[in-house]
């Protein structure tokens, strides 16, 4: 069965804090995607990354930065200078790589950045 | 290119009515996904489908749901007889048939809320 956690329920930073938000996954699949999404307070869900199972890579993109490791199930997501416009609730998610794409999801680090 | 739209963006319901939930997928998106975000219990799959066809429907309640999408017009999804515990939000999701079809891309979502 496949799993995602994000342990972290609530997160708290101050303005220009660099965060990171955890994510483990469980899978029996050798090919599979990860994913991360934002929701913002307004509630639409907002694509951030895409990684497949192959490609290791580590992917920056401005002040987001990922880090995904096979060894450990784990696909971290850091927010670098965190930015009051960064607070919403962060989603990873799983789904198989096969003709049903259908997302597994975590429950979610809701991240508060204050000023 | 206009992304997915639903609509109602809000829908108010009494117990024992109808709910009918519109989704758009993006033009050239081919396949539908509807995702059901509870309070408190997360983003949880509900039902994967293809132009005229339904491919997983395992996360969708046995009762009182059902999806459709049709070859022509907008997927629709169907509540008939609500009640309180299907308070909740109601994302769809579409992705392109082949390439690409790794990444799905959500609606805003419709917040059903049953009185």
């Known amino acids: 069965a496949q799993k995602v956690t994000q342990a972290q329920t609530e997160i708290s930073v101050v303005e220009k804090e660099d965060v990171t938000l955890d994510c483990v996954y469980e899978?029996?699949?050798?090919?599979?995607?990860l994913f991360w999404y934002k929701q913002p307070p307004s509630g639409e869900l907002v694509f951030l990354i895409r990684r497949n199972s192959f490609d290791e890579q580590n992917e920056i993109s401005g002040r987001y930065s990922w880090n995904f490791q096979k060894s450990t199930s784990s696909f971290n997501f850091t927010i670098t200078a965190s930015q009051v416009v960064d607070s919403a609730v962060y989603f990873c998610?799983?789904?198989?790589?096969?003709?049903?794409?259908?997302?597994?999801w975590g429950l979610g680090t809701s991240l508060a950045v204050n000023p | 290119n206009a992304g997915v739209m639903q609509n109602p963006r809000h829908l108010v319901r009494r117990r024992g009515q109808e709910a009918r939930l519109r989704c758009s997928p993006m033009k050239g998106h081919s396949h539908v996904y509807w995702y059901r975000q509870l309070p408190e219990e997360g983003l949880k799959f509900m039902v994967y489908l293809q132009k005229e066809n339904i491919i997983d429907e395992s996360g969708m309640p046995k009762e009182r749901f059902s999806a459709e999408f049709p070859k022509e017009g907008p997927s629709i999804l169907r509540i008939q007889q609500v009640v309180r515990g299907d308070s909740a939000a109601y994302f769809c999701?579409?992705?392109?048939?082949?390439?690409?079809?790794?990444?799905?891309?959500f609606g805003p979502g419709t917040r059903l809320l049953v009185l």
């Open positions: 999701a579409s992705s392109p048939p082949n390439r690409g079809a790794e990444t799905q891309y």
């Open positions: 998610a799983l789904s198989y790589a096969g003709n049903n794409r259908k997302l597994i």
């Open positions: 899978t029996r699949d050798t090919t599979y995607y």
